[in-house]
């Protein structure tokens, strides 16, 4: 039984995450459409779009700062202008010396723990009773209907709009993230092989336990961007005529 629950557990996280994926791609690809559309120029759509996720930019680049600083990398700059660079857009940026792979790993994915540790303290999303598999939903749904009873529900759902959808790690943010994920894979592998036969269980445990907290997060996140995706998918069809 706990075999079953535990598999359901990491199949709706990886639905959730999955949903989240495509629908977070979808909207910003749509958002910037509509901006620059509206806008009727390329500058002015962009400032528009960094505006809007303003609040996610400013914690996103904050968070690499003060992990370089409790880490003892040395700051050269921080950026929070957007540009395009090339293909992309960039919407802030700190400047650091080179570490080793380890600290740059955890500077890289500082804004990606604290966006997750400011969306579960706005929206609470956890289980108040044990839960497995697509169960964990109805957590989300507690929580989205919490938010919107608040006071300030409003600015709370915006705030959680916009740090949901600027704390990922950029592709420079990740770039360490293969050495440590190799290094702690090999670590974990020969842990396994010499350690007591307890020590698998006990991990599962634990992975299956953060799964079934970040998929209520994740889902609550689903459940505020998809109506924006809809809203910009009708706007973008209405400014296309």
């Given at each position: 039984m706990a075999e079953r629950a535990h598999l359901e557990t990491g199949l709706?996280?990886?639905?959730?995450?999955?949903?989240?994926?495509?629908?977070?791609?979808?909207?910003h690809r749509n958002l910037q459409l509509a901006l620059h559309r509206l806008a009727r120029d390329p500058e002015a759509a962009l400032v528009l779009y960094w505006a809007l996720l303003f609040p996610g930019v400013l914690l996103h680049e904050l968070s690499h700062w003060i992990a370089a600083l409790l880490l003892g990398i040395r700051r050269y700059r921080f950026v929070f202008w957007p540009r395009r660079m090339g293909g992309r857009i960039r919407l802030?940026?700190?400047?650091?010396?080179?570490?080793?792979?380890?600290?740059?790993?955890v500077i890289g994915a500082a804004p990606l723990l604290t966006g997750i540790?400011?969306?579960?303290?706005?929206g609470g999303a956890e289980p108040s009773t044990p839960s497995s598999g697509l169960a964990l939903?109805?957590?989300?749904?507690?929580?989205?209907?919490?938010l919107l009873q608040r006071e300030g529900g409003g600015a709370l759902l915006y705030l959680l709009f916009a740090v949901g959808n600027a704390m990922w790690p950029s592709p420079s943010d990740r770039a360490a993230w293969p050495a440590v994920g190799i290094a702690g894979g090999a670590l974990?592998?020969?842990?396994?092989?010499a350690g007591p036969s307890s020590l698998l269980p006990a991990l599962a445990g634990v992975a299956v336990h953060l799964l079934s907290r970040l998929t209520p997060l994740f889902a609550l996140l689903l459940a505020v961007d998809l109506p924006v995706l809809i809203l910009l998918l009708a706007l973008n069809r209405l400014l296309s005529r």
């Open positions: 709706a996280f990886l639905l959730t995450a999955g949903l989240l994926y495509l629908t977070q791609r979808a909207l802030g940026a700190v400047q650091l010396e080179e570490g080793d792979p380890f600290r740059m790993s540790s400011v969306i579960a303290l706005m939903w109805a957590s989300a749904a507690q929580a989205l209907q919490g974990l592998g020969l842990l396994l092989l």
